[in-house]
Structure formats: C-alpha cells, structure tokens
C-alpha cells in the first residue's frame, strides 16, 4: 500500500493509542538526531509514557554531556515490547541500521528535503530548519513543559544542525525557537562548549592530514582521509564530522565534498553547499541524501575514482530553485 504524508496530529493521535515506545534516528546519528530523539524520549516519559532510545552507534563522545544521553542504548536489535517505534530524521529502517523494528506501529518525524514516507504514520516537513523544531511543535500541541534538560537537547540540535546558525534556511523563525529554548532553560554558552570546544586529539591530528590532503578546482574544493590515516591520527569514524566545513570555509569555494575511506574500500562522502547549488540532488544520484545544502551518500572506490564521479556531479548538478 502506498505511504501518505501526515500531520503532527496525526503523529499525537498515534502517541495518545500507545504506551510503550522506542524512539531512533539514523545510524552515526549527528547533533539533531540525538538531540531530537533525546528530547521526545523525555517528551513522551513527561506524557505518562514508558520510551527508549536505543541508537545502532550509540551516542557520539561530543553529544554524551547530553542530558539522559547516558540512558541511550547502544543495539544492532530493538528488544522489547515496544508497540510502536518513533524514527527521527531518518529516510528508511534501513538507514537506522536496527532490526526488529518492522513489527511495530513505524511513525516517521524528519525535515529532510529528500525525506519518503516509509513509516506508518509519516510527518516530513522540508520547512523545519531541523527535526528539533518539528519535535518542539509536537511538545507544545501536546500541552508538553519544556524542561531546562528538553531545552537544552532541543538547542543543541538546532545549533549544530543549523551550522551554530549560519547555513542556509537559518531565519527568524529559527531565532525565535532558540529564544523559546534559552527561555526554558538551555544556556547557549554551555551548549556551545560542550560541542566546539571538546574535540578530541585525534580528531584535531586527523584535520591537519585531511587539509594536507585539500584540493581547489574552481569552486569545488574537496580533501579526503584514509583508513590508515585515522588509525595513525587516533581518530575514530565520528572524528570526521564537520571536517567538510573547513573546505567550505575557503573563499570562491561555492560546494565542498569530504570523503572518508571506509573498512571495506569504499567511501562515505559528505557534501556541502554554500548555498547556489544543490547538493541534495548530487548524494541522490548515488542513492544517499539530505539537504540542498548538505548531504551525504556512499561511494565505490578507488579514492581517484570516487573523487571523478563525485566531482564529476557536482559539476553538473542543478542549481538551487
Ligand atoms: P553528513 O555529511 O553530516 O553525514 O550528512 C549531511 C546530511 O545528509 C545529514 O542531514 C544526513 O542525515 C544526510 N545524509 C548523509 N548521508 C546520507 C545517506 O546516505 N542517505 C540519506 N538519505 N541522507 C544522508
């Protein structure tokens, strides 16, 4: 049968049948991701119900000081008598990497452009900066109290998903949310230093070899690590996010690609936009996604062979609408 878009009364109708929910998001999850799952986990318990994070990588070493990020749990499986599950910013099952999931009542809440109605009940808004705005919605229709500690996980995926709010789509909505948030509790200064300035050594070694590794073609800039660069580096695969950002941070650079060399030889590839052009389309063509302005997908290899076709794309890809 084929899945519709739904509402955010849809999604509360929904939570309003159900006791016990499990809640996810995507595997590698980023900042939105934990952030948004660990706020509607705290959401959902303020609504008289049992919930769970359970995450398939658990959660990145930046986001542990998260508040009730030390409950989440760290599963390749969803035990558990869970009757329904709750997926945010997350396009398929699939891309949550969790079996035991398909059993239960699917509700899907994500802003992503690229974003399909997979789940039962399917609430995508492309308009939301980041699910952690869909998810503020959600608490506020519920007649839900923003915590200090649902705050706080609320600004920090809206922070880091925003680009500390530069990327494209920031506008004075966003402003707005953030102000309801700091209102109720999170302090943006604490928020702040518990993701930009807790790098590990590693990661911060594994930049300095990805900048050696830069290249400028026009207004494409791309750099790229290796497996074995990593393992020198100290730095695990979380290491790598946001390391794209400062081959976009170059003048005249209009798009920025970032690969990264996976245990099997292929590649993970993270895209980014300054905004002229769409990056969305681009991690499509190779069966990932995302946003206009940032996106990701998967990439045969040889590094010279994926950096051809990734670069090849972009060259070719559309301009945003
Ligand atoms: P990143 O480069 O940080 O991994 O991802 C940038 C954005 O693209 C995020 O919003 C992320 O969810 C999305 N994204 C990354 N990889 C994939 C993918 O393989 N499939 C889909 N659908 N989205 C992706």
Redesign the pocket.
């Known amino acids: 049968m084929e899945k519709r878009h739904s509402s955010v009364e849809d999604v509360l109708r929904q939570i309003g049948q159900h006791e016990r929910f499990v809640l996810t998001s995507?595997a590698?999850p980023?900042g939105d991701a934990v952030g948004s799952a660990l706020a509607c986990c705290q959401i959902l318990r303020a609504m008289g119900k049992h919930a769970d994070v359970v995450l398939h990588d658990g959660v990145p070493r930046i986001y542990r000081s998260l508040p009730f990020a030390d409950q989440v749990l760290q599963s390749h499986r969803v035990l558990g008598a869970y009757e329904a599950a709750i997926i945010l910013?997350c396009?398929s099952i699939h891309?949550t990497r969790l079996e035991g999931l398909e059993d239960r009542v699917l509700i899907s809440i994500d802003h992503?452009v690229?974003g399909r109605p997979f789940a039962d009940v399917n609430w995508i808004d492309p308009h939301a900066v980041a699910t952690a705005e869909m998810v503020f919605r959600l608490a506020r229709e519920a007649g839900v109290k923003f915590s200090p500690e649902i705050a706080t996980c609320l600004y920090t995926a809206l922070m880091t998903d925003t680009g500390s709010f530069m990327f494209q789509g920031t506008n004075e909505n966003t402003f707005a949310l953030a102000r309801e948030l700091v209102l109720a509790g999170a302090d943006p200064a604490y928020c702040a230093r518990g993701i930009y300035f807790a790098h590990s050594v590693g990661k911060i070694r594994l930049l300095g070899e990805a900048l050696r590794n830069l290249s400028v073609e026009g207004h494409i800039g791309y750099a790229w690590v290796t497996q074995k660069q990593m393992e020198r580096c100290g730095a695990i695969e979380e290491d790598c996010?946001g390391l794209?950002n400062y081959v976009l941070s170059i003048g005249g650079v209009e798009v920025a690609a970032f690969f990264r060399e996976m245990p099997e030889g292929r590649y993970r590839v993270?895209?980014r936009s300054k905004g002229k052009l769409d990056v969305a389309h681009v991690?499509e063509s190779f069966g990932?996604?995302?946003?206009e302005c940032?996106?990701?997908?998967?990439v045969d290899g040889p590094l010279a062979e994926a950096v051809r076709q990734v670069l090849f794309q972009l060259r070719r890809g559309p301009s945003v609408q």
């Open positions: 995507h590698r980023d910013e396009d891309r992503h690229s996010e794209v993270s895209l991690a990932g996604g995302g946003h940032a996106s990701g997908c998967s």
